[in-house]
């Protein structure tokens, strides 16, 4: 193992480190995903709000533009390939006078320079039809069809998942702290170990400029940590509105949003607020106060009352305002993905594909396999218990008793989804790595009644006692010993 | 599977009505409970101190008193089974281990699907997600069916009854709980609950207070409590920080009826409950609400009470309905 030399190794299993192992483990190389925290998507890609933009936003002639339009177009058959919940929803983004129609206006321009299809001005009219909660002083809408939602941390699993069913290895808890160029390969640190391969690609998303310091390389520009605060409301508003709704964009971002997630709930949120630490994901209550206000200029009788969580997300926001994804000015294998700040979600297939073509510029040699697996499994793709037909149901409870057990109540989980979850290619040992994959945990109660089970489940499975389970990093455990 | 009556849940509410559907004419061969849990009782079955009922009996005497009469009566129950959904035509899918996926057609349904907790989504803390804050029921759990402590430095936040019966129990359990926290300055329960739960164990009771932040990257350490004002507000000068290694929340419960909202039964947005009749017929004709799913009630007397209604009303209605010719003719 010591003496292995990947092909390539990637630091940093957020979306687009998932999705450059999820292409390259198409062709015959060796792959290494390193990440620092215990689980795939452990940094922003856990926490956004998850909209696959149609393209609008980003200047005519960026990278960011040209990425987003073609990665938008390509979630979708990922999404289908991987069963990834994903759906076409549509966005408007509403205006309220001449002023806001004058942007919205500009939007549009921008948005067909971009090669966004569909894009449309609506009226007052048919902006309430689609949308009957919205503002009825809303008089406008820029409405584009393209637009949609996913999942984002399932995304990344799928993706991942999907490169380990194929080969390659992953590394968690592996902080890259050192990198030596020795002769024609890299050795990659974490603490005493290390792993060495031939091309490297930084992906490691708020710390990408600190990956970069380790091999003596200042990018070009800052990033600067923007928190974005969000809230969730319950399954039983999921009528509140059936496309994303923004308003008018400001200086300081796209804006708020309004939207449905794919799982059926509202997400409502983000502001943008710079904060001193790049790991600061915690909420405000002045935070959601000002989301608050926002969600309910947009759409006055949204339910705030039935709120289940919240959370935040932190951007990494370039001072340059474009992604930036090049060779290192010092080793051409080294290749650089940072200042990945929204849409990089809705581009990460798109950045991927680029890196690839970055990686071959440098010599990789891409070499198509026969023996590729197309889902995440070679059994296939994991579909959980409440996403299955009648028929389907009949079968994995035939196949696995376990089937028949409902973990969690609100979300209809079964102990066949949790043990599948445990099981999988890229195993989930902690509570929430098993609530992300299976959503056990993440309903209304929010793990009041199952999180006790699913520890228990955990325990059994992996021989270790409820005690060692943790929630989700190495020191945070669930219990405190032994009662009296 | 045919069945004329079928209860879903097994807690008080549920096993009254079977009793008293039965008493009230129901044939014991016709009534089906379906219960998910491996026991009958319900919430009863976490419940194991006293409180419950009449003679103050503990909630597991009380689940035990009640299943042996669905017992002796020769009710029938499956254990272990739960109702994925059912339909206006009232038919019913469940699954089990032991017999997998099956239909169960019936004439009558009665909903006694108990509450779930509250997520803490709607006390809006600020700061990290750590470990070390769970709700009351899953404290409960730990502690009472696992035999784990949750803490060692606890504070609660809320004043259920779950809530003191936790202050309780982790203070007998070798844990210590710092305080006891409510945003209302009244409370809801009795004063002699407060007095046998904290002020025996000595457990200061701050009422007006709100914890605004949690500390600690893996697991709590610490939390900021502040102290608001008549109108609600929160009085900055009074924020302070309390080192603990959990927190314990009780915000309420909602009542559970995904299963009837799926199938269509209109749910009341204010209480998630059904909205019924007099008779405690719900919007689908011939399925039935009571219990702690038709709305949040003050104890399990009430509850019980809910239960025998609901048992009589049901059996009129299949008295009716087959003098009207039943099913399908
Ligand atoms: C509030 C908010 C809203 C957003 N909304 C949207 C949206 O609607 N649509 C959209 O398209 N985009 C959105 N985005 C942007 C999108 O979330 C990001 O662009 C994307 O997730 C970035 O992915 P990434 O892989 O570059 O970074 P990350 O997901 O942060 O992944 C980087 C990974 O590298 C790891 N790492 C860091 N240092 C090291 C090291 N030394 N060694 C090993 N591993 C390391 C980290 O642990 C992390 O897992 C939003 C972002 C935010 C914050
Ligand atoms: C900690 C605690 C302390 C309490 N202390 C007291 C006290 O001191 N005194 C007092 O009087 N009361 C007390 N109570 C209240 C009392 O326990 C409840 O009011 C009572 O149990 C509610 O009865 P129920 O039948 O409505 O619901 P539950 O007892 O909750 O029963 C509902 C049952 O339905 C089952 N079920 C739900 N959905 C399905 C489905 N789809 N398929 C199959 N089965 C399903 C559930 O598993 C459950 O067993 C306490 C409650 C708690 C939680």
Redesign the interface.
Known sequence: MKDKIYDVAIIGAGIVGSMCAFHLSKYKLNIAVLEAGIDVASGTTRANSAIIHAGYDANEGSLKAKLNVKGSLMVEPIAKQLGVHYKRCGSLVIGFNEQDLDHLNRLLVRGKKNGVLGLEIIDEKRLHQMEPNVSKEAKYALYAPTAGIVCPYDLAYATCENACTNGADFFFEYKVDKIEKVGLSFSLYAKEKCVRAKYVINCAGLYADEIAGLISEKLPFEIIPRRGEYMLLDKCEKDTVSHTIFVTPSEKGKGILVSPTVDGNIIVGPNANIVESKADTGVTAEGLQEISQSAVTMVPNINLESVITTFAGVRSTPTSGDFYIKPSTKHPKFIHSAGIESPGLASSPAIALYILKLLEKAGLKLKERSDYITTRTKNGNCKLFCDMTEEERKRAIEKNPANAKIVCRCEMVTEGDIINAIHRPISAHTVDMVKRRTRAGMGRCQGGYCRARVAEIIARELNISVDEVKKFSSNSHILCGRTK | MDKKLVIIGSGPAGMVCAINALKSGVAKEDILIIE?EEELGGTLNLCIHTGFGKGNRTGTELATDLANQIKNYGIEYLV?T?V?SFNKDKEI?I????I??EKVKAEAIVLATGC???????L?I???????V??A??AQ???N????????KTIIVGTTNLALVIARRLS????KVLCVCDARSKLQVDKKEIEECLEFFNIPLKLRTVV???FG???LEAVELADLDKQGK?IRSTKRILKC??LVYSCGF?P?N?IA?LAGVE?R?AT?GPVVSKKLETSIEGVFSCGNSRFIHKDVISVMTDGKRVGKSVAEYLKKHKSQGGDGE
């Not at chain 2, 779930?116 to 709607?122: F, K, N």
């Not at chain 2, 007998?172 to 844990?175: M, V």
């Open positions: 998910r272990g739960t994925i899918t699954v089990s281990p032991d997998g996926y779930r907790e509250r997520s803490r989504g709607g809006s600020g700061g990290t997600r750590p470990s070390g769970i709700s029921g899953t759990r730990f502690i069916i696992e035999g784990y402590l949750p803490g060692k007998l359990e070798g844990g605004t932040k949690l990257k893996e697991r929160i290694d959990s909602i559970e995904e909202s749910i947005k998630h």
